[in-house]
């Protein structure tokens, strides 16, 4: 299959020539969130492969992230690893990303994947959450126009992703009988993952490639990785990732249309600890 054909934009269609390196040569946060998020974005091959294994017969579900998840995923992976390649050259990049692999790889394995498909796909409704909330905060904080169309495109990948692993998990949903309280523990509980290793093994990771000599320096760390979760943090879409995270539990409308708001007040207070 020729998937430039497929997919809704290419990494050919962005013009990194084009890079307005005055507004972003200088902004280490800004280097640290999209070198982190390049390193998460490009293992997705490993990702796929685990979810086509326990989604084992389901082959509309298995075709789909053979022939078009995975492939969007890891064009973003190159497409962010290319933007950092030529704004900050002097970065080994691939030396950071294989560090980092052998320890997040290790992570990501089928003893990993929920037991049930249908809260697999629940938790994968989290994590297309999560990356849809990153990459819309990530377009607000950024003004540099090729990669405020980069993060645009991304952004607009994993809502459509959201919206498709929400599709099988409505069906799998009524298949498996699932309860609210049991898609409810499964969203806390990725929420939690997420929040606590993803992002933090990505950045550590950035960081002793930058600085080998202070590897085992926690204060260092978060000397250096703090203010660019902090700036993160704050450009959380809170309102939308509230709406996206409550959409699996089946609330009733009026109800979840009472729960939105306050909700999102406290997801600020949350996003900013």
């Known amino acids: 299959m020729d998937y430039s054909t497929v997919l809704p934009w290419t990494l050919e269609s962005l013009d990194f020539a084009e890079i307005d ?6 902004n280490e946060n800004l280097f640290l969130l999209l070198c982190s998020a390049s390193f998460v974005e490009s293992g997705s ?3 796929t492969s685990n ?3 326990h989604f084992d017969g389901d082959l509309e579900l298995q075709a789909w992230l053979r022939d078009h998840w995975e492939h969007e995923e890891l064009q973003h992976g190159r497409a962010l690893a290319t933007y950092v390649r030529h704004v900050w050259p002097e970065f080994d990049w691939e030396a950071g990303f294989q560090a980092f692999w052998r320890d997040y790889g290790a992570l990501c394995t089928n003893e990993q994947l929920e037991p049930s498909r249908g809260l697999e796909l629940a938790a994968r ?4 959450t999560g990356t849809a909330s990153l990459y819309r905060a990530l377009n ?8 405020k169309q980069l993060t645009n495109h991304i952004k607009s990948d994993e809502v459509r992703h959201f919206k498709h692993f929400y599709q099988h998990f409505q069906r799998y949903r009524t298949q498996e009988k699932l309860s609210r309280y049991q898609v409810f523990r499964t969203i806390l509980r990725r929420v939690n993952e997420i929040r606590n290793e993803d992002s933090d093994i990505a950045l550590r990771h950035v960081f ?6 202070h ?3 926690q204060s260092q760390f978060l000397k ?6 902090a700036l993160l943090r704050r450009h959380i879409p809170a309102e939308m990732t509230v709406k996206m995270l409550l959409k699996p539990l089946d609330l009733p409308p009026r109800l979840q249309q009472t729960l939105e708001k306050p909700l999102a007040r406290i997801s600020e207070r949350f996003f900013l600890q």
């Open 45 to 47: 091959d490993l990702y």
């Open 208 to 213: 002793n490639q930058c600085y080998p000599q």
């Open 215 to 217: 590897k085992a320096d």
């Open 140 to 147: 607000d904080i950024v003004d540099e126009p090729v990669l």
């Open 51 to 53: 979810l086509i294994e």
């Open 224 to 229: 250096v990785a703090g203010p660019a979760q």
């Open 21 to 26: 390196m005055a507004r972003v040569r200088h």
């Open 125 to 128: 409704c989290v994590v297309e």
